[in-house]
């Protein structure tokens, strides 16, 4: 006789296995800071030292440009303070402005839109109205002047 065949006893179906994120095989390099804010706060960009390093191997005319310079971030842009009026033509090069964000970029790991850090003035001289100006020389080079 023949030994007889198991009968097959029914098996719910395996719930359906989630495939995991594929693991990196190296591990990642220094981890790119945040993301840049969406919000208008400025932050000054502490990284400058090494900024003006990567500057001084790839642009030295730029380094020298920025020297006495700072940086700040706010949002997506990347805003230059310098004391140098030469800085407002060079980052218009487009050879300079390469060489910020692709060191900005080695550094953060962020493309910034470059500008301009403009300084709110605390004080405003008085505007001056140039009819008054015109008034003033005509009195004091004694021209009748008939007021009504």
């Known amino acids: 006789m023949a030994p007889a065949e198991p009968t097959p006893t029914p ?30 706060e400025q932050k000054l960009f502490m990284q400058w030292a090494d900024l003006m390093e990567i500057l001084h191997r790839t642009d030295i005319a730029l380094f020298g440009v920025l020297s006495g310079s700072q940086g700040y971030t706010r949002g997506e842009f990347f805003l230059i303070d310098s004391p140098n009026p030469t800085i407002k033509e060079f980052i218009k090069i487009s ?54």
């Open 11 to 40: 098996m719910a179906e395996p719930a359906p296995v989630q495939p995991e994120p594929p693991v990196p095989l190296e591990p990642a390099a220094a981890a790119p800071s945040p993301a840049p804010a969406a919000d208008s």
């Open 95 to 148: 050879t300079h402005a390469k060489a910020i964000r692709a060191a900005l970029h080695e550094l953060t790991g962020h493309n910034y839109k470059l500008g301009l850090f403009k300084k709110k003035s605390t004080e405003q001289a008085p505007r001056r109205d140039p009819l008054e100006d015109l008034l003033s020389k005509a009195r004091e080079n004694h021209i009748q002047i008939e007021e009504h």
